[in-house]
């Protein structure tokens, strides 16, 4: 993974470049994945975590509840996990530690 002038990958200029975007149309799957990876490895880019709760509640939304009920549990169990992640480091931040 290649590094920018700031030294950060290259894909953090990519992620915020993204994460400004509204419709990821074909590539919305693959954007979830990658950054489900992207915060495996860099856990506290809010940025990400929230736009990646969005991508989440928008697919549990166009699910068939009766049908996709197995894969609306599992997509609702990582967009939790999510939400959680991002309360810890609101409140971190809240009390002057950096996030």
Known sequence: ??????????????????VELDNYG????????SWYEWLHFYPFDTRVTEKLAELYQNRIDTLNP???????????KKLQLLKNRLE???TMAGKGRAV
Do not use: H, V, W
């Not at 993974?1 to 993204?18: E, I, T, V, Y």
């Open 88 to 90: 810890r480091y609101r």
């Open 26 to 33: 074909d590539s919305t799957r693959q954007l979830e994945k």
């Open 66 to 76: 009766k049908k996709d009920a197995a894969q609306i549990r599992l997509i609702e």
């Open 1 to 18: 993974m290649g590094l920018d002038r700031f030294g950060f990958p290259a894909s953090s200029l990519a992620n915020s470049m993204l």
